[in-house]
T-cell receptor
Framework: GQQVMQIPQYQHVQEGEDFTTYCNSS?????IQWYKQRPGGHPVFLIQ?????EVKKQKRLTFQFGEAKKNSSLHITATQTTDVGTYFC????????FGAGTRLTVKP | DAGVTQSPTHLIKTRGQQVTLRCSPK?????VSWYQQALGQGPQFIFQ???????QRGNFPDRFSGHQFPNYSSELNVNALLLGDSALYLC?????????????FGEGSRLTVL
């Protein structure tokens, strides 16, 4: 069945450093979504990518969808303490499958 | 505009018992998906309901069942609880056929099985 793998599992950065999380699917996806979950909270939608090779930006966040529509990445430039949380990718084939997430901690 | 609401927020059960969790989707949404999130893990897809029918199902045993009502609200039932069923159960609502396909999550129901 469809599997979505995400790395790294944890990332600890100094405030101002960049951060990247990577997502890989065992199958070709129709689209991929990214969510952020703050500690003790629930996942909140960030963005959806649909097209092969698509790149979208939201302020300091850059999202990419691979050419083969099997991988994706999220890059945060100059992290801030407000970026703390777990970032999940979720790939859609028939249903929406989530990766295990990358937990980001930021040291002020 | 109410978002996704889930109840109860916390509950404790013992092995072998049964539990029912409830979800009201965001206003205007017609599809409800249920996820199980163990501590430190990503949400695992249980099943999705649309038009009062189970449309898709993840790798969960038959002990996990659900229902969707005409008002689009949904229930998740788990029978014969095991210790490993302890988790945060998330309900996510969406609108079938919408371009974004964005899932709106509730705050979850945290189940502890002793």
């Amino acid at each position: 069945g469809q599997q979505v793998m995400q790395i790294p599992q944890y990332q600890h950065v100094q405030e101002g450093e960049d951060f990247t999380t990577y997502c890989n699917s065992s199958t070709t996806l129709s689209n991929i979504q990214w969510y952020k979950q703050r500690p003790g909270g629930h996942p909140v939608f960030l963005i959806q990518l649909v097209k092969s090779g698509e790149v979208k930006k939201q302020k300091r966040l850059t999202f990419q969808f691979g050419e083969a529509k099997k991988n994706s990445s999220l890059h945060i430039t100059a992290t801030q303490t407000t970026d703390v949380g777990t970032y999940f990718c979720a790939g859609r084939n028939n249903d929406m499958r989530f990766g295990a997430g990358t937990r980001l901690t930021v040291k002020p | 505009d109410a978002g996704v609401t889930q109840s109860p927020t916390h509950l404790i059960k013992t092995r072998g018992q049964q539990v029912t969790l409830r979800c009201s989707p965001k206003s205007g949404h017609d599809t409800v998906s249920w996820y199980q999130q163990a501590l430190g893990q990503g949400p695992q897809f249980i099943f999705q309901y649309y038009e009062e029918e189970e449309r898709q199902r993840g790798n969960f045993p038959d002990r996990f069942s659900g229902h969707q009502f005409p008002n689009y609200s949904s229930e998740l039932n788990v029978n014969a609880l095991l210790l490993g069923d302890s988790a945060l159960y998330l309900c996510a609502s969406s609108l079938m056929g919408a371009n974004t396909g964005e899932l709106f999550f509730g705050e979850g129901s945290r189940l502890t099985v002793l």
